[in-house]
């Protein structure tokens, strides 16, 4: 599924301005240790991360992710937004659990070949 | 014969958190002009970004210099101490000396020289207590296309 169609649910927000919601999410990618994420993230994925400083940014740049998803209502640093709206980062906030975040996009890309 | 030699270095501050990883990002962003091969860029951004990361973390700032040639991708990492007194422990996969306030941040997992030794072909590292920390690391270009 692409960004934008997970924003079509009710229970996400986009954070960013200026973001690319045009690029497809190939993966979900679960983890708050960023040198782990660095190693094993694929790209175009949807990093779901309770971590909200402005290194994240950097991260999810390196690796070409797709988006991050801040979950649980977690708030976002104002300097996290302004730099992933830079890099036309997608930074999605949600009230729901990383399990539900994954069970969505799993439901929508089970049945497409990547 | 080389015929190629690009060269651009990149000051990294210590903890400043908010700028840290833009050399790695500026790097990708070069590499991927040259049109380097993806996978290729990737390892270099992974071994990049763990350097530039230490740096800011452990580090009282330093530089990292970004060398290509025909053959080969450089990183070269100089920082200005306070240097590794233990290298053979530092080494080792999940040892870390970060504080808790960095582990917090999601830093200091000890996966940093794990991750630049896996995706460089080649990798050295000098240190001494009190002094800097240099590392070097070589990517062949050759045996990194997809």
Known sequence: ???????????????????????????????????????????????????????????????????????????VEES????????????????????????????SNKNVTK | ??????????????????????????????????????????????????AEMNIAIHSHGGEIILIVDDYTIAIQIIDRGPGIANIEQAMKAGYSTATNEMIEMGFGAGMGFYNMQKCANVFKLESKKNEGTKIDMIFYIECNED
Request: glycine share 4%; hydrophobic share 40%; charged share 20%.
């Open chain 2, 1 to 50: 014969m080389i015929i190629n030699i690009h060269k651009t270095s990149y000051e990294v501050a210590s903890r400043d958190f908010i700028r840290s990883g833009d050399a790695s990002k500026s790097i990708k962003k070069t590499l991927n002009q040259m049109g380097f091969a993806s996978q290729l860029v990737r390892k270099v951004c992974i071994a990049t970004y763990e």
């Open chain 1, 1 to 75: 599924m692409k960004v934008k169609e997970l924003l079509l649910n009710k229970n996400f927000t986009l954070l960013t301005k200026n973001s690319d919601t045009e690029i497809q999410i190939n993966d979900v990618y679960i983890c708050d240790l960023l040198s782990w994420v660095m190693s094993h993230a694929g790209n175009q994925c949807a990093w779901i991360t309770v971590q909200t400083h402005t290194n994240i940014v950097a991260v999810a740049v390196l690796l070409d992710m797709a988006c991050i998803i801040i979950p649980e209502g977690i708030g």
């Open chain 1, 80 to 107: 996290t937004l302004k730099k992933a709206s830079e890099e036309n980062l997608p930074i999605l906030s949600t009230n729901l659990s990383t399990y539900e975040i994954a069970s969505i996009i799993y439901e």
